[in-house]
């Protein structure tokens, strides 16, 4: 698997950075959020709790896919801006209690 940043953005209001990326995995499947963004960890630096993935898409016939992530400051700003069902996604959140219905 191997990653090329295609476009990186810094989004000083969000307090992160907005990247999109190509990934070509030849011979295999598309590649796993938790594959991913250890990979982008070490190509970008950061620690694995600031990534969030926000989505991987597979390109069809190709052995790439294209995806979209954001690098946040710190794990509180992603906790804070992110949605949770991307939260969850990303395993940077736990599933809440549902309420019961009376």
Do not use: C, W
Not at 2 to 13: H, T
Not at 31 to 36: E, G, I, L, N, Q
């Amino acid at each position: 698997m191997e990653i090329e940043v295609l476009e990186e953005k810094e989004n000083r209001l969000l307090k992160r950075r907005e990247i999109r990326f190509k990934i070509t995995h030849e011979n295999e499947a598309t590649p796993k959020r938790s594959d991913v963004i250890s990979q982008l960890v070490t190509d970008i630096g950061t620690s694995k709790d600031k990534i969030v993935i926000d989505s991987i898409k597979a390109e069809f016939g190709l052995p790439q896919s294209k995806g979209y992530a954001k690098v946040y400051v710190s794990k509180e700003d992603a906790l804070y801006f992110e949605k949770k069902h991307i939260l969850k996604r990303n395993k940077l959140a736990t599933g809440g209690s549902k309420k019961k219905k009376k």
